[in-house]
Structure formats: structure tokens, C-alpha cells
């Protein structure tokens, strides 16, 4: 439809750039800055030539390098003064007399604009050709953003500043107001004047706050630089009452420390636990379904719309939080060109990741992209600033935290051993969002005023820190534990708990083994000897602080750093 229109983008690049000395052919993310509008110009589908006008021999055989044509301008039209539509009228006028034909359209796109994407270029020209809602065509198509703000004006006269808004709201409650990014300009050719590029009807597009940086000094330079390196990371975890909540909470924790790159979480729509978490954390995320049914061909039909939906995202790392990856599943993400981290995997896809992170297990195979241990834990952010716990001769608070699920109810196990002990101060209780028997514990319990019940906490630092001893089960929760140096008893909710090593005396644990299978007589006197034995609770905080918690996701993203850097050297 559009084809039949000859397009042509002039890039005006002059020498003398103030902000940043030579700017132009500075290189900015590997490649001169002019390189990059260039190249956008060139892989659009609708444009026909892609010129730079310049008044400088060096822009003019670097423009040339990649792909574009140059039109040598006078020097009279580089001066600080020129704006910018003499340049483009006589750009266009020279190259309609080598080309001996005239042009359509005329788009002006700044080389200071190197985040500006082909598919944003492609849609003013398909908006500048198609009519509007006024079933009219417009004559020129100007790039603008989103520029609201509660702003205020001078009156120079009365010398007094006053509001240029009608009442204190919110910024997205004002009035939209659009601010032109100088990315794109695209006027048809008949309004292509000395003086104007305007035509009558004018239309706007209004483009991304990262589009629209202009680099115009150091800041932006740097702005730009950081935007350039992002990467779009997507987070493959799930929860449910089956895989508890341990998985989604590492990938969030994960994800708040993504801060300079695109995150995106891919969630099934057969576990909405997890989808109720990361969107109650307020992160963007799309969704899949492994309910195909039963039965191997039902597996694979749902690894390949996973995969689909992956691909339809294109990240450039994939990581992987879901305990089993299936070798199928693993290999297809590697065949389509993904960089694969996984955490916590010990299924078939372990050998086809690129790097495989386990705090919890000690693997037996030793595989080249394994990394195993506790300097490979993320810990979430509110137990960084958290201070290593002093520890008393009295015993006032014992804390029960079993995990977001505790599909054996640990939990009142563990609090009817205590009921039955000689210990008679405060017991407090966390239940975790996927908890089954919420009503009945607070219920049974409710009348004892030495038991306090909570659910769902956003502070878990602060109470394990204020408790004087914790049970909890062998999962993550025991390396929050240790960073904070809290006397800690374990129960195992299952055999796979039980090869969790970090959780010994090593560390400063004390182990009960599998939960199910411990009585609470047992239960009761380990209890009773830890709260009395003062020096014990002593060595046990000191066998805590001995270990570093607090670099794991330092010491992960380092090696993905160097790991993917030398991937992407091979096959980009």
C-alpha cells in the first residue's frame, strides 16, 4: 500500500556539536552515534534512500561505512544559527538531482536519537499516508511524548509565578500535553520549503520516554549508554500449594534487583498462587497453560506452547525457576537461541542450560555449568539491612514459620509440642499465603493470649529477628535464619528437604530430620534443651555469622556477567 510512495529520511549531521565535542561519531554502544539512526533508517520497509547531510569529511565517510549516502552541505548551513529547515529543503533538492526523480515524503530523523526503533519510524509513515479519524490525510507527522507535569509559568510584568494547571491531581490524572522529541519528523514533499517542513494538517505519534531521548550532553549520553545495555530477562516461576511459595519469592527477589534491564514473568494460568503474587508485587507478566490433560502427548503440547510464548516475548535471557526443567523444553529454548539460567534444577534439563545456580543442593554429577552451594543464595531485600541478632540468657518469643504452604502441617505439630513443654512465654505463628487450615488453627488457638497468629507478612525480617528461637522447615527460609543469626530448630516437610545440607550444625542448625516421622516427645525435649542451654543458643548465632549470605546475588551475577558475555561473543 505504501510502497508505491518514494520515502526518503535525511539525517542532518554537522561537525560542530557543542554539548559533546564530535558527538556524532562518538561511539555509543560499540558503534559511531550516527551508526545507529542509520541502520534504523535503512531496515525500514517503506523507505528508499536513507542521506546524511554533513558539513564534515569524517561524519560523511563514517555515514558511508553503514550504508548511507551523503550530501556535502555548505558551510554557511552549519552555523549555529541555521535551524534545521534550509538544511533539509537543500538535502532533499540535491539528492532529486542525482536521483533525477522527486520524492513523496521527506522524514528528518536526528542522529541523536540512536534509541528510535524501525517499527516507531515505520508507523509515522503508515500514519502520515493512512486517513485519520476525519477520514482526511495529513501533511505532516511530528514525534512527541507524554509530557505531563503540574508546570507553572512567569508573568514577567508582575513578576509573580503562577499555575499552569486547574487543580492538584496526580500526573495521570492532567490533561495530556505532548512535548516534540525531535526523533521524527515527516512532512510530504510539497510542504518541503526553505522556511517550513509544516504542512496544514499536522498529526502527532506519540512515542516511549526511551524513544525520545535526545542526546544532547554527558547525561544523556550516559542515560542512553545504560538503556542501550538493557536486556530483556524473562522469569519462568510458579506457585502452588503443591510447589510451595519458595520458587516466585526468589524469582521477585531476583527481579528487584534487575533494576537496569526489562523484566518480564511468565506465569501458569493453572497455578494461580503465583499469579496473584507477582501481580500483587505489582510486576508485568504474561501467561501460559499446562492444563492440556494427561498423558506424554498432553506434556509436550504444553513445553511447546511454553516455548511458543517465549519466543514470542524474544528475551535475550530466559531464567528458569521451576525445580524439574524437561530436557525437550530446554533444548528447544537453546535451539532457539536463548541464553538459559536455571535455578535449583536437578531434572533432564540441567546439561542444556548455560549456567545452573543451586543453594539448596550438593549435586553428585559435577557438570562445567553447575554452581552449588550457599554462596549462591539471593536473599530478599529486607534482610540486607537487617542487623545480626544478640542473643539473651531468656528465651520470650518463639517464632513457627513453615514455609508458604506446609503441606504437613508442621506447624501444629510443632505448637503442640511447645503447649506440652515447660516453656511459658510468647509463641508467635506465620502462616504462609498457601496455607490449607487457616480458619482452624486461628480458631482452635484463638483463646490463648500466649499465641499470636499472622498471615502473609511483608515484614519476615523483623519478626524472625525479634524471636529468641525458630522452627521452620529445610527450605530457603533457613539461609534468611542464618543471615540474621537466630537460634534455629529444622523439620524436613519431605525426602527432598533432606538433601538440603546447608541446614546441620555446621551452620548452626539444629536438624530434627523428616517432620512426619519425628514424635513430639521429641519434638518437645529438643525444644526444652535448646531454650535452657543458654551457651548452645550462643554457638549456634556464632556458626551463623561465620557464613556470608549477603554477596549471593553478587557472586551469580558475576559469572552470568562473564558467561554471557563470552555466549554472546560466539553467537551474536
Known sequence: MYNDKKILVVIPARGGSKGIPRKNIRLLGGKPLI????????????????????????????????????????????????????????????????????????????????????????????????????????????????????????????????????????????????????????????????????????????????????????EDWWVAERIMKRKKILIKADASHEIGTGHIYRALSIASKLVNHEVMFLLDEAQPLGIEIVSNNNYPYITHNSDKGEGKEADDEAKDELV??????????????????????????????????????????????HMVFDALYEHKIPL??????????????????????????????????????????????????????NYKNKIEIILGLGYANKKEIQEKYKDNERIEIYENVKNMSEHMHDADLIFTSAGRTMYEIASLGVPCICLCQNERELSHIFGNVEHGFINLGLGEEVSQEEIRETFENTVEDFQLRCEMNKRMSEVDLKHGFDNIKKLIKQSYKEWEKENK
Open 35 to 218: 551508526a545507529h539512526t542509520i541502520e534504523m533508517g535503512k531496515a525500514s520497509k517503506y523507505v528508499d534512500d536513507v542521506v546524511v547531510t554533513t558539513d564534515d569529511n569524517e561524519i560523511k565517510f563514517i555515514a558511508e561505512k553503514f550504508g548511507a549516502e551523503t550530501i556535502k552541505r555548505d558551510g554557511k548551513l552549519a552555523e549555529d544559527s541555521i535551524p534545521l529547515d534550509p538544511v533539509i529543503y537543500d538535502a532533499t533538492v540535491q539528492k532529486e538531482k542525482i536521483a533525477d526523480e522527486r520524492y513523496d515524503v521527506v522524514i528528518t530523523v536526528q542522529p541523536t536519537s540512536p534509541l528510535l526503533k524501525t517499527k516507531t519510524l515505520d508507523l509515522a509513515i503508515e500514519t502520515l499516508l493512512s486517513k485519520n479519524n476525519d477520514d482526511e490525510f495529513f501533511d505532516t507527522i511530528i514525534s512527541v511524548v507524554d509530557d505531563r507535569h503540574l508546570s507553572w509559568g512567569y508573568d514577567e510584568e508582575n513578576r509573580k509565578y503562577f499555575p499552569l494547571y486547574k487543580e492538584r491531581v496526580n500526573r495521570q490524572y492532567l490533561p495530556k500535553a505532548y512535548k516534540e522529541t525531535g526523533s521524527i519528523f515527516a512532512t510530504r514533499r510539497e510542504f518541503v520549503t526553505e522556511n517550513s517542513r509544516l504542512g496544514d494538517n499536522i498529526g502527532l505519534i506519540e512515542i516511549s520516554k526511551q524513544e525520545s531521548i535526545d542526546i544532547d550532553n554527558y
Open 308 to 353: 511458543e510464548k517465549i519466543v514470542e516475548y524474544d528475551p535475550d535471557i530466559v531464567i528458569n525457576d521451576i525445580l524439574n526443567t524437561n530436557s525437550r523444553y530446554t533444548k528447544a529454548l537453546r535451539k532457539k537461541g536463548f541464553f538459559i539460567v536455571n535455578f535449583e534444577d536437578v531434572g533432564g534439563g540441567v546439561k542444556y542450560a
Open 368 to 421: 562445567k555449568n553447575l554452581y552449588s552451594g550457599h554462596k549462591y543464595y539471593i536473599l530478599k531485600d529486607e534482610f540486607y539491612y537487617q542487623s545480626f541478632k544478640e542473643i539473651e540468657e531468656d528465651v520470650k518469643k518463639v517464632l513457627l514459620t513453615f514455609g508458604g504452604t506446609d503441606p504437613n502441617n508442621l506447624t501444629e505439630k510443632v505448637l503442640e509440642a511447645i503447649l506440652k513443654s
